[in-house]
């Protein structure tokens, strides 16, 4: 590949140029404001990327007008009509849904205001990042790769997807009775089943961790009949309510929005409401513990999952499915920290959704020899 990732003739790194330069905004010379369009669930979970790619907006931009009075995380919300305010500021969309972005574009155009994803922004900037994690894939993964990544510039629906997450790859099924399986984010338990279906039953023990108290509850109730039905000694599951992190520490449950406000919830050490636990680091968790196989969807704190437990994943080298999608510094951070991190690993790259969402990245230490 050396460095030109191509799908259907386009190179990755060279997607976002023409709109970077239509909005005034360079990667390397900065403007000195950010106007951020959008105070929703999308914008809750780029919170963490607004940090690590220096995107401190003055104020936020929104259709809601009561917002206006209210403000959004300490700063003003405006409509699109007051961007003007703002002559020295360039404009964020944060979303990742195709309708809303083709319909808040259209807004915004049809007033003059030029604009950027999110996305445009964070991938033109870190191109040489992407390429890089480009390289260390196989050719497969690399189609499915720069796929996600133009799908989202381009605003299109994705061209390559697999329905099952976590176990359609042959490196990721079949029995393994010695295993341990942590699942991180275990939601209601619909990991868990596909699991034991995949394992024919076969592990050794499994650690569901949920921090979301009804999911939680369902999850129990799940797991009490899949031991019924598979005949499991009920102690090889053992189920956790807690957040994992960085480091061991307190946060709250803060939950999604929506239809299904436990989907999409989330650990937030900041948070002052919501229902309070506790925050464990896995070098700690499973300090006596040898994992086998760790996967993660816990909401954008992901990597900082991976650096609490860098230590026991460099110990006992398990095979790793971690979401990367959930906002868009994920795509490149995680993959590059991983590679950085793990010596002798192999990865792929596949996704499960027709949304943006369910991007799975795939590490699994060359010795297994599959």
């Given at each position: ?281 896995i070098d700690e ?33 398990p095979k790793i ?49 599959v």
């Amino acid at each position: 590949m050396e460095g030109d990732l191509c799908n259907d003739g386009q190179r990755l790194d060279a997607a976002p140029e023409r709109r970077i330069a239509e909005s005034g905004r360079s990667c390397e010379g900065k403007k000195k404001e950010w106007l951020v369009f959008g105070t929703g669930s999308t914008t809750e979970l780029y919170l963490p990327c607004f940090e690590v790619e220096d995107i401190d907006p003055v104020a936020y931009v929104d259709n809601n007008n009561a917002k206006y009075e209210t403000g959004y995380r300490g700063k003003p919300v405006i409509p699109p009509s007051k961007v003007s305010a703002y002559p020295d500021a360039a404009v964020l969309l944060c979303t990742d849904d195709r309708r809303t972005c083709r319909e808040i574009g259209a807004q915004l155009t049809a007033i003059g205001i030029p604009y950027l994803l999110v996305a445009e922004y964070v991938y033109a900037c870190h191109a040489a990042e992407i390429m890089e994690n480009a390289d260390a894939l196989d050719k497969v993964s690399c189609a499915v790769y720069a796929d996600r990544i133009l799908a989202h510039l381009e605003n299109r629906p994705l061209q390559h997807m697999e329905r099952v997450a976590y176990f359609s790859m042959p490196e990721f099924y079949g029995c393994a009775y010695r295993e341990v399986f942590v699942d991180i984010g275990a939601y209601v338990g619909d990991t868990i089943e596909q699991y034991l279906f995949s394992r024919q039953g076969g592990f050794s023990r499994i650690y569901a961790i949920e921090p979301n108290r009804v999911s939680f509850e369902a999850l129990s109730a799940r797991v009490e009949r899949l031991c019924r039905e598979w005949a499991l000694d009920r102690e090889r599951i053992q189920l956790i309510q807690a957040g994992i992190g960085k480091e061991n520490c307190h946060g709250h449950v803060v939950s999604g929005s929506g239809t299904n406000a436990q989907l999409g919830s989330r650990v937030s050490e900041e948070a002052d409401s919501g229902d309070a636990l506790v925050i464990h680091k896995i070098d700690e968790l499973f300090r006596d513990e040898h994992i086998g196989f760790l996967k993660a969807d816990i909401e954008g704190y992901e990597l900082d999952m991976l650096q609490g437990g860098i230590h026991v994943i460099k110990r006992d080298r398990p095979k790793i499915a971690v979401c990367i999608y959930h906002n868009c510094s994920d795509m490149y951070r995680i993959f590059a920290y991983l590679r950085q991190e793990l010596t002798e690993y192999r990865f792929a790259v596949r996704h499960h959704a027709y949304s943006f969402a369910e991007t799975v990245l795939y590490a699994w230490p060359a010795e297994m020899g599959v």
